[in-house]
């Protein structure tokens, strides 16, 4: 397994996978095949090594569509197949007046079995 990294573009988010078992998406998440753009992160998330200490997920996103929400969401549920739960952090970051970003955050935790930490950051 090697290290992830997605540029940021004016409609996908930065994407970060690092071999320790740490993923970062940070941006806006429109991109126009929510399926291609995903695939290689999904792949990524394939071959992080079943032994690894912890998985953590970090979420910023200023936007996200409709048709990337269920993409991150399986990216949980993966995270979840793969690894205890216990060893699982996910950080859902939002803008303090974001109630979108916040409300689905909220919705994530109630459909995950790792608990999300929401974090509000003041831009």
């Known amino acids: ?3 992830l990294h997605i540029e ?3 409609c996908t988010p930065e994407i970060i996978g690092k071999e320790n078992g740490t993923l970062e998406i940070k941006g806006n998440c429109f991109p126009e ?4 753009f995903f695939e290689s992160i999904n792949n990524w ?3 992080i090594p079943d032994n690894l ?3 953590q997920m970090d979420c910023e996103l200023n936007y996200i569509a409709s048709s990337s929400v269920m993409h991150i969401f399986k990216l949980m549920q993966k995270a979840e197949e793969r690894f205890p739960v216990d060893k699982i952090q996910i950080k859902w970051k939002y803008e303090i007046d974001d109630e979108d970003i916040q409300k689905l955050g909220e919705e994530f935790n109630n459909l ?3 608990e999300l930490e929401l974090i509000p950051v003041d831009v």
């Open 33 to 36: 095949n929510s399926l291609t």
């Open 45 to 47: 998330m394939n071959e």
């Open 112 to 114: 995950t079995k790792s």
């Open 53 to 55: 200490d912890s998985f």
């Open 8 to 10: 940021a573009t004016k």
């Open 1 to 3: 397994m090697g290290n």
